[in-house]
């Protein structure tokens, strides 16, 4: 039977121990696809508040794409070494990074 898990696969004992390593309750898999079709994975943590803050800092200085860039390797656990060399993987993996940080909505009350 052919391996059918993408390039960079981390089988599950390596989930958790990153999970451990880095005190996370999920690992979060970017899947890019190469120009054969060949799909690749990353794995990655949540970006921290002041990370984003680095990263609204880039974009206020025309820097989006490179703070992205910093962003994405700084939050990058493992997986496939050819997302970091395929500037088309990279950039789509670097996006879904973008979209890790969700706002939880808070209520008001006066008392």
């Known amino acids: 039977m052919a391996d059918t898990n993408p390039v960079g696969y981390a089988d599950d004992s390596q989930i958790e121990a990153w999970k451990a390593q880095h005190k996370l ?3 979060p898999e970017i899947t890019t696809i190469d120009e054969e079709g060949n799909k690749h994975v990353s794995y990655v943590k949540k970006p921290t508040l002041e990370l984003l803050q680095m990263l609204a800092t880039k974009s206020k200085q025309n820097q989006e794409i ?4 910093i962003m994405f390797n700084t939050l990058r656990l493992g997986g496939s070494e050819e997302v970091l060399n395929d500037d088309e993987m990279k950039m789509a993996a670097m996006a879904a990074t973008g979209k890790l940080f969700k706002r939880q909505e808070a209520t008001l009350k006066k008392r």
């Open 66 to 69: 490179k703070g992205l860039e």
């Open 25 to 27: 309750k999920s690992i």
